[in-house]
């Protein structure tokens, strides 16, 4: 099964999700497990949880990853909103936990002008924080690359080897590699055997085996540019990356068990998205 799916939206309930996901021929999907611009949410009743973990379509789901809210920031301890963080990303492990997620996508954070190394830091201390208050929970915070707008870290691989050198416990830590972001960051998928290059770099920096899942997203922001913004997959007026890249990451082989996830614009009938996955599959 090629592990292949989008963002889904959970209106009307998680469950919802999935029944979205099987009807335009996912095999892999990607959710938020509560409003992604709020700090909390109410906790799941315990239909809802049954209701998703039980669903008779999530079979049809070879992986379900979900994604944290936008507002965590582990980058900068000592800020207003640092132990909101905490509590936020604890509560959404939990939510993931009780959803039978395997794995909570994170954004690392940013250091809000204090640094590149003191924000690093940070996020090692958050993170052994975070561990060693949830000892039990099998959810894995997965750190995903950035476009490295601002002061967000996670744009070159070095910074995320770098947190996993440092973390008490590295084997609880797995990556997300963005398409988008690492173009926009200086990664160019876009020259000749540019995205097999930037796969190398990031096993020799991180380690392929440590890669849980990818973002197969378009760039409409130049290489280099810092600015996170995606676009579709084929789309010649916005697109910057091209075809040829996502061609060779449908077909590598070291790359074939990993779930890729699109994030790109969509409506609310999610053509877009069948549209990019029929491409994305006649290329296998």
Not at 33 to 41: E, H, M, T
Not at 77 to 92: G, M, T, V, W
Not at 181 to 189: P, R, S, W
Not at 236 to 258: C, D, S, T, V, Y
Request: net charge neutral; hydrophobic share 45%; glycine share 8%.
């Amino acid at each position: 099964m090629i592990l292949l799916g989008s963002h889904i939206p959970t209106v009307g309930g998680a469950a919802r999700a999935i029944e979205r996901a099987v009807a335009i021929g996912c095999t892999a999907m990607q959710i938020f497990v509560k409003n992604n611009i709020q700090w909390f949410a109410k906790p799941f009743l315990v239909e809802e949880i049954h209701a998703f973990t039980q669903h008779p379509l999530r079979k049809n789901l070879g992986s379900v990853l979900a994604h944290a809210g936008y507002l965590i920031n582990l980058a900068a301890e000592n800020s207003l909103n640092h132990e909101k963080s905490l509590r936020s990303l604890a509560e959404e492990l939990l939510r993931c936990d009780q959803l039978e997620i395997p794995f909570l996508i994170l954004h690392p954070g940013s250091h809000l002008g204090k640094g590149k190394i003191y924000g690093l830091r940070c996020i090692v201390h958050s993170l052994n924080q975070i561990h060693a208050e949830h000892p039990k929970l099998k959810v894995r915070i997965a750190l995903e690359t950035t476009a490295g707008q601002g002061s967000c870290l996670g744009s070159h691989f070095e910074e995320l080897a770098d947190i996993l050198a440092h973390v008490d416990d590295p084997e609880r830590l797995r990556f997300v590699l963005d398409t988008a972001h690492v173009f926009a960051g200086g990664y160019d998928l876009s020259a000749l055997h540019g995205a097999q290059n930037v796969f190398d770099q990031f096993d020799r920096i991180i380690g392929l085996k440590k890669l849980c899942a990818l973002h197969i997203n378009e760039s409409k922001a130049a290489l280099g540019s810092r600015v996170d913004r995606h676009a579709n997959l084929g789309d010649p007026k916005n697109g910057k990356i091209g075809l040829e890249a996502f061609r060779w990451i449908m077909q590598a082989e070291e790359l074939a068990l990993i779930p890729k996830i699109l994030e790109t614009p969509k409506g609310k009938d999610l053509a877009e998205d069948v549209a990019a996955m029929k491409l994305l599959r006649s290329f296998v």
